[in-house]
C-alpha cells in the first residue's frame, strides 16, 4: 500500500508492508523508488514490518529546493516520528545508503541496526559530469545537488562516521562495482564487511545471497 505523509515541509511517500515484528526502513539508490526493491519488500515483510521510501525528488515524492544528504537524513528522522517509530532498523542502497548513514551520524538513538549496500564513502570523486537525457520519475535537480555532494563531500563527514556507535553490515559489490564500499566500512567503528562479487546492485543481481546475509545480521 502506497502513502504519502507531509513530513519536514514535503509530501513523502512510502510502501508499507508486513502488520507484525520490528519497523525497518528500506531506501532506494539515486533515481529509483519503492519499487526497485522488488521482492526484496516482500521477504523482508514476512519479519518486519517493512516502510520502503520514495525519497524527495523521486517517484510519487515531492520534489524539492533542498537535496542535500542531511536534509534527506531529517526526512526519514520526521517519518519515524509521524509513524510513532522510535527505533527502526535501516537497509540504504547506494544514495539511500548514504542517507542512511547521514541518519546514523546524527540519530544514533533512533537506530537498532544499520546496513549499507555498496555505499559511497564520504571521499571526493573525480568522473564525468553527469548529462542529462529524456529520463523521467525523478527531479534532474535532485541529481546534480547530489553529485555535487559526491564529487566534493563536506570534510567533516568522515570523522562523523567514526563516531557511529550502532551496529553496522556493509555490503560491497566487489570489484564489479565502481563504488569504494570498503573505505566506508573503514570509518564506521565495528562495522562487519561482506563482499559479495555481483556489481553495485547486489539486491537485484543476487537476492538470495542478499536476503541471507543482511537476515542473518539483522537476526543474530
Known sequence: MLITAHVNGIGLAYWMEGTSGPPLILLHG????????????AHFAARHRVYAMDMRGHG??????????????EDVRALLDHLRIDRASIIGHSLG???AYHFAMTHPHRLERLVLEDPPPPFPVIRDPVQEDDSTGFDWHMVHQTEAQFRTPDPAWPEALKR???????????PKSHVRAPELAALI???HLVT?????LVHTTA???FHTTVDAFLHT
Do not use: K
Open 97 to 99: 545508503g548514504v542517507v
Open 196 to 200: 559479495l562479487d555481483t556489481g553495485h
Open 207 to 209: 537476492p538470495d545471497d
Open 30 to 41: 539515486r533515481t529509483a523508488t519503492h519499487r526497485d526493491w522488488g521482492g526484496s519488500i
Open 164 to 174: 557511529i556507535t550502532t551496529p553496522t553490515l556493509v555490503l560491497s559489490g566487489g
Open 189 to 191: 567503528p565495528g562495522a
Open 60 to 73: 510519487a515524492s515531492e520534489y524539492a529546493d533542498d537535496y542535500s544528504f542531511p536534509v534527506m537524513a
